[in-house]
């Protein structure tokens, strides 16, 4: 009887206890951190040589690469920077200096909106952690250059040179650019850079969403008038669809702008997209959303891991910005994508996925580019969400 007793209810019932427990939140953390330590010495040493390349994604088993104009390029050396900023490796640093020389010829590009992706998460975070002088000069030159693209008549930085279909577009991820003009302003004293920064947010909240907070990817400007003329999507599923990482963008965007400036309508903003996101049915139970909330083979829809890491260090710092009864509920989504980005479906076994951190991204869907692959834009804001999440739980 006693014997038919263990086997009934003490040994199922440990079972399920050792099943439901969650491995801390700091365990998750600091694993994530070592194995995107492991994986990025790695790729580092596969491109060591080759001059001016950078590295992009991993598909059929084959590295592909970018150079310095490529919008992406800032990603690689920003993630050896965050992962130098946490155990302070030698080896590392190394890594992160090469990397960074590699996207400097991007400083005076004045053909793209991308330069803040470009300079600030690779010469931005080296010069906060080594105060080079050189890569301050770097980040003004790139400040100049992104300004060229602002139209005071319209009120926004254009994201694309005009083309038969769109006068002056701009896309939400321009929001993102607004955090390089930020720092200069603030290192340089010009404010001009700031007035940038503040109009964009500005006109870009004014026409980029919709009543019920989610946000259009495009809005194309006349640039007679200043208002849209067109409102619509390059790499969602429909113009009225939801992009994942245009949703991404617009949370982190807001969230930034208001730790930049303290402007209460930057973080209304911001807790409006973060409650679309977080109330949306079709936002899976693991919190990594598919790439269109609006995909039409939901649930078979391809995830993107790259929107869920964006949207996790983003609500991470909005917990901390906002004092309303909403910011618990900000953390735990955020922890919930941590986890998940954490374990074995997304973050990678070391020595596989050519070195990146992260599996399932989306690039452009509709293009058939880099659909359910690693992508450097992902592993950067999963590493910085880990060292947020890190700080945030030292300091409690
Ligand atoms: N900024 C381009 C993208 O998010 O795909």
Not at 95 to 105: C, D, H, S
Not at 116 to 144: D, I, Q, W
Request: aromatic letters at 12%; proline letters at 4%; a neutral charge.
């Amino acid at each position: 009887m006693r014997k038919l007793f263990i086997y009934l209810v003490i040994i199922p019932g440990l079972l399920f206890i050792s099943c439901d427990k969650k491995e801390p939140l700091s365990k998750v953390v600091q694993r994530g951190l070592d194995i995107s330590t492991r994986q990025s010495i790695y790729l580092a040493g596969e491109l060591e040589n080759q001059m001016e390349i950078l590295p992009r994604t991993y598909a059929n088993n084959e590295l592909k690469t970018a150079g310095y104009k490529s919008w992406i390029s800032g990603f690689f050396p920003g993630v050896l920077w965050y992962l130098y900023e946490n155990d302070s490796l030698t080896e590392i640093r190394k890594y992160a200096e090469l990397y960074t020389a590699r996207v400097e010829k991007a400083k005076t590009m004045t053909n793209t909106h991308d330069l803040g992706f470009m300079l600030y998460c690779s010469f931005g975070n080296g010069y906060r952690l080594t105060s080079n002088p050189h890569y301050l000069e770097v980040l003004k030159t790139g400040a100049e250059s992104l300004s060229t693209r602002f139209n005071e008549k319209v009120g926004v930085i254009k994201s694309w040179n005009s083309n038969g279909k769109w006068q002056y577009p701009v896309i939400i991820d321009n929001m993102m650019n607004l955090e390089m003009l930020s720092f200069v302003a603030k290192e340089t004293n010009q404010e001009h850079f700031m007035d940038i920064a503040n109009t964009h947010a500005r006109t870009t909240l004014l026409h980029h969403f919709r009543p019920d907070n989610s946000c259009y990817h495009v809005i194309s400007y006349d640039t007679i008038t200043g208002k849209p003329h067109a409102k619509q999507t390059h790499q969602g599923y429909s113009d009225s669809s939801v992009w994942a990482r245009g949703q991404a963008w617009a949370l982190y965007g807001y969230t930034m702008m208001y730790r930049e400036t303290g402007k209460p309508e930057y973080l209304e903003q911001a807790r409006k997209v973060a409650s679309f996101i977080k109330n949306h049915p079709n936002l899976p139970e693991d919190k990594v959303p598919y790439w269109d909330f609006d995909a039409p083979d939901i649930p078979n829809a391809p995830r993107d891991a790259s929107a869920a890491a964006i949207m996790a260090s983003a609500f991470i710092e909005l917990c901390q910005l906002d004092k309303s009864s909403e910011a618990a509920g900000w953390l735990s989504l955020a922890e919930e994508q941590i986890r998940s980005l954490s374990s074995a479906e997304y973050l990678a076994e070391p020595g596989t996925n050519g070195g990146f951190i992260l599996k399932h991204s989306v690039g452009n869907y509709n293009k058939n580019s880099e659909v359910d692959v690693p992508l450097t834009y992902a592993d950067y804001y999963y590493v910085e969400a880990l060292l947020r999440l890190k700080k945030l739980k030292n300091e409690n």
